[in-house]
């Protein structure tokens, strides 16, 4: 089976060849430990060559033009600067500091800016494809990889308001200026109509994935009753879009508590969630007990047992893997593997996950 195959396999319950094999990485500070540890210099853990083949496909979701990005201050300890998505941000220059960037500035802070900036994003510029995309379908094609249709935090509707505005502010627009979120969320959407066909008409896409991040430890950044008169029928068009040129695994990447928001995904047509937080609460063996085949999910192992020992690790998998023997799950790290666990610790759980799942 080609990774494509065994992934649709996977997601409809179907028989496979063995199990799909994926993993979230380390963070930049936890590889350069590994990389003291035994690893090497400039080498990177061979073990993420194992996985199955995932790509995202190229396809440009976000504003053109973008924003002129550069240093704006510097000093010994920090960096500020603005991105091309139009964020000044500032964030430590040490490579092993493990903190969030300060953002100081968003592109949207109302109106007037949206305004202008929705001018940026038309579905129909032919520019959001590469030169050679014609070139990579046939690839694909022949090759079979997960495909993906995902950009860097794309497509997305809370998300696509949040990296504009900011959480804060954006959280406070959906009280305050409830037209101005409507208009944003709309424009998205039809350029997300507009892009899409020719998309899946030319690639052989095997899942869409919403990129959200509206939850937190304690649940939604937004009440349900947001959700449903802001986002639900905007997402029930794109799903049907999907669903009409053959796409029927359709996913939303968010960290934290969605246990709210899980029937409300599952209404609109969006029938897969990821990463499953282990930390805020999110249990694949009890979400498989209450939504059974409708809920398809990946993630779901605590990167926190990494940092424990092979005890540990041993149990977090003989926990969450039998779920996978069933179907519609693919585990791995619930995020980003962080910089207290040791390189050992990452190997045996490497070794001892591929052994339970039976992967040669």
Same mark, same amino acid.
């Not at 964020?87 to 960037?101: F, G, H, I, N, Q």
């Given at each position: ?119 940026? &994003? ?35 509707? &809370? ?31 039809? &350029? ?34 947001? &959700? ?133």
């Amino acid at each position: 089976m080609t990774p494509h195959e065994r992934f649709l396999a996977c997601m409809r319950f179907e028989a496979v060849d063995r199990p799909a094999l994926w993993e979230w990485g380390p963070w930049p500070s936890a590889l350069r430990r590994w990389q003291r540890e035994g690893l090497g210099q400039a080498h990177n853990p061979p073990q993420f060559a194992e996985c199955d083949e995932k790509l995202q496909c190229g396809v440009d979701l976000w504003m053109r033009p973008r924003f002129q990005e550069g240093v704006v201050l510097e000093d010994d300890q920090y960096v500020t600067q603005r991105t091309d998505r139009g964020v000044l941000m500032r964030l430590p220059k040490s490579p092993d500091a493990m903190s969030m960037p300060q953002h100081l500035k968003y592109p949207v802070s109302g109106r007037e800016d949206w305004e202008e900036l929705k001018k940026r &994003f038309k579905g129909r510029d032919v520019e959001r494809f590469s030169e050679d995309w014609a070139v990579r379908c046939e690839r694909w094609k022949e090759e079979g990889p997960v495909l993906l249709l995902q950009g860097p935090r794309a497509p997305s509707l &809370f998300g696509f308001v949040r990296e504009l505005m900011g959480a804060e502010r954006a959280l406070t627009a959906f009280i305050d200026e409830p037209e101005l979120v409507h208009d944003m969320m709309e424009v998205n959407t039809e &350029f997300l109509l507009e892009l899409l066909p020719r998309v899946f008409e030319e690639a052989p896409i095997s899942s869409l994935f919403f990129w959200e991040d509206m939850c937190y430890r304690n649940g939604p950044l937004i009440s349900p009753a947001m &959700f449903r008169e802001f986002m639900m029928p905007r997402y029930r068009r794109i799903t049907d879009l999907a669903r009409s040129y053959g796409v029927e695994e359709i996913f939303v990447d968010s960290d934290g508590d969605v246990s709210e928001l899980i029937p409300l995904w599952l209404e609109v047509g969006i029938n897969g969630v990821y990463p499953m937080e282990v930390a805020a609460g999110m249990d694949v063996v009890a979400l498989r007990r209450e939504y059974g085949k409708d809920l398809l999910m990946t993630g779901g192992i605590d990167k926190r047992v990494l940092a424990q020992g092979q005890e540990e690790i041993d149990q977090e998998l003989e926990r969450v893997l039998p779920v996978a023997e069933e179907g519609g799950f693919i585990p791995h790290i619930d995020h980003a593997i962080p910089h207290d666990v040791p390189y050992e610790n990452f190997v045996y759980f490497w070794n001892r996950k591929k052994e339970l799942m039976g992967i040669g």
